[in-house]
């Protein structure tokens, strides 16, 4: 079965730090996606990678995928305290139903003064 | 364009009870997936409809079942309470034709079994 690992679990960070959150997976893919929940709350669509070398940005957050590495990363610059949630990476396994996707444990995120 | 709802949002049940959370999907998807989320972890893929029929299924036994309407929308049906039930359950809606796999999340209800 796919594995999805996500490091660190737990990030504190300060306010105005960059930091990158790293997502592995075990088995071949060529669908990422990152997604962001806020406490109590569901899961947001952050970004989708669709294949090799993908980057894409938004606000703060940047994300890419290396396939051949099997990893993505999230970069985060410049934090603000908007930005504190849980953050999870998704594969999609390459040949299975399209929308089952594997889940990491997610990174909390914490953005402090 | 209407979002992913889910009822109830909260519910408690004992063990050896039955339970049924409800979805309704976005405007314009077809597919819905059923997630499982335990404190502290990631979602786990229970199962997903498409066309009213199973169309993948996690490994999750079969008191764990579902049905899909006309309209879309979904129900999943847990048989046979257990504690370890305990969790978010979270139904997303997407639509296999558009081909990004993204997935779209309703707000979760959260069941407790006692």
């Not at chain 1, 947001?44 to 669709?50: A, I, K, P, Y």
């Not at chain 1, 980057?55 to 396939?67: C, F, N, P, Y």
């Not at chain 1, 908007?82 to 995120?109: I, N």
């Not at chain 2, 819905?32 to 409809?49: C, D, E, N, R, T």
């Amino acid at each position: 079965e796919l594995k999805v690992e996500q490091n660190p679990l737990f990030l504190s960070m300060q306010e105005g730090k960059n930091y990158t959150i790293y997502c592995n997976y075990s088995t071949t893919s060529d669908r990422l996606y990152w997604y962001r929940q806020d406490p109590g709350k569901s899961l947001e669509s952050l970004f989708v990678l669709l294949s090799n070398g993908a980057v894409k940005q938004e606000g703060r957050l940047m994300a890419s995928l290396d396939t051949k590495a099997r990893l993505s990363t999230l970069h985060i610059t410049a934090a603000v305290h908007d930005l504190s949630a849980t953050y999870f990476c998704a594969v999609d396994y390459r040949g299975s139903t399209l929308g089952r996707l594997y889940f990491g444990r997610g990174t909390q995120l914490t953005v402090w003064p | 364009e209407t979002g992913v709802t889910q009822s109830p949002t909260h519910l408690i049940k004992t063990r050896g009870q039955q339970v049924t959370l409800r979805c309704s999907s976005q405007s314009g998807h077809n597919t819905v997936s059923w997630y499982q989320q335990a404190l502290g972890q990631g979602p786990q893929f229970i199962f997903q409809y498409y066309r009213e029929e199973e169309n993948g299924r996690g490994n999750f036994p079969p008191r764990f079942s579902g049905l899909q309407f006309p309209n879309y929308s979904s129900e999943l049906n847990v048989n046979a309470l257990e504690l370890d039930d305990s969790a978010l359950y979270l139904c997303a809606s997407s639509s296999l034709a558009e081909g990004t796999g993204e997935l779209f999340f309703g707000e979760g209800s959260r069941l407790t079994v006692l």
